[in-house]
């Protein structure tokens, strides 16, 4: 599987977003990735559907929709119709998560599901085969600009081991403090798609800074 590289608007200039994901996508980036923030499952608030939606008619670009919100069973229709790709959400906001995941599905999207650093892989065992996507997060989520959790290489490498036995349709996504450096230990592991947000906006070189991710 090629790299994906998926730039998070987190880290972009909120007042100029359309131009922003023009500018990575323009650079190569395959996937933009939306961090979905309800200040409850994490502190801060960031954006909501409306957004997604006006986003949608600036780019055809795989819109990687993170939700990181209590509740993700209320949000999916509308992150669907508003134009979302890919639908992630968190296992530990979900108390019925084989149903969350049916939900995405039957919306249209592909479905992802989330771990915290602290959550085991045990967590999605069962739901493994129903899921296009793990995402592994290597930063605990609320925030852009944290440091890497390099303890996490080894849940990646876990993962990765089961999906290709099990030969699994299973992307491997990783989130938090992505750089150049962190990207090429996270490939090693087996991650596919790479979320990287201050590494990519805060860059002087955008289109640099995306190929030193992809390695
Ligand atoms: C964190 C978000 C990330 C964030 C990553 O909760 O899920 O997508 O934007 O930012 P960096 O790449 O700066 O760690
Ligand atoms: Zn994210």
Known sequence: MATIIAPS????????LADEVKKVTDAGAE??????????????????AGVVKSLR????AVFDVHLMVEHPETQIE????????????????????????????????????????????AAIEEILSDVDMVLIMTVNPGYGGQKFISSMLD???????????????????VDGGINAETSKLARDAGA????????????????????????
């Open 192 to 215: 596919n798609i790479l979320v990287a947000g201050s590494a990519i906006y805060g860059a002087e070189n955008i289109s640099d800074a995306i190929k030193n991710i992809r390695g």
């Open 78 to 121: 509308s992150f669907a119709k508003a134009g979302a790709d890919i639908i992630t959400f968190h296992v530990e906001a979900s108390k019925h998560s084989h149903r969350v995941i049916q939900q995405i599905k039957s919306a249209g999207c592909k479905a992802g599901v989330a771990i915290n650093p602290a959550t085991s892989l």
């Open 31 to 48: 996937y933009v990735h939306i961090d979905v923030m309800d200040g409850t499952f994490v502190p801060e608030i960031t954006i909501g």
């Open 155 to 173: 849940k990646i490498s876990r993962l990765k081991y089961i999906i290709d036995d099990e030969e699994l349709p299973c992307y491997i996504e």
């Open 9 to 16: 608007i987190l880290s972009a200039d909120f007042a100029h």
């Open 57 to 60: 008619k600036f780019s055809r």
